[in-house]
């Protein structure tokens, strides 16, 4: 099931995640994560899941960061 905007605050709060945390962690724009909060459009469901999981331990903190470091490293060019 879709999480309530303030399902989705307090699991952010939870994990102590900003909006820009989330945006750089799901790969979505601030603007969305704002949207999400104020109810007007509803949390993707693998963003949900991912959340979830950080909450219950399922999914660890450090792999989330390492993953999204390996996004953010520039792709090497093809010749």
């Known amino acids: 099931r879709a999480l309530t ?14 909006t820009s ?3 750089m962690i799901t790969g979505n724009t601030m603007r969305a994560i704002q949207f999400w909060r104020a109810g ?6 693998a963003t949900a899941i991912l959340l979830n999981g950080m909450a219950t331990g399922n999914i660890d903190m450090d792999w989330v ?9 520039p792709v090497a060019q093809f010749a």
């Open 5 to 18: 905007p303030d399902e989705f605050d307090n699991v952010c709060a939870t994990l102590g995640l900003t």
């Open 40 to 45: 007007k459009n509803p949390v993707p469901q």
């Open 21 to 23: 945390d989330v945006a």
């Open 65 to 73: 960061a390492d993953q999204v470091a390996k996004f953010q490293q």
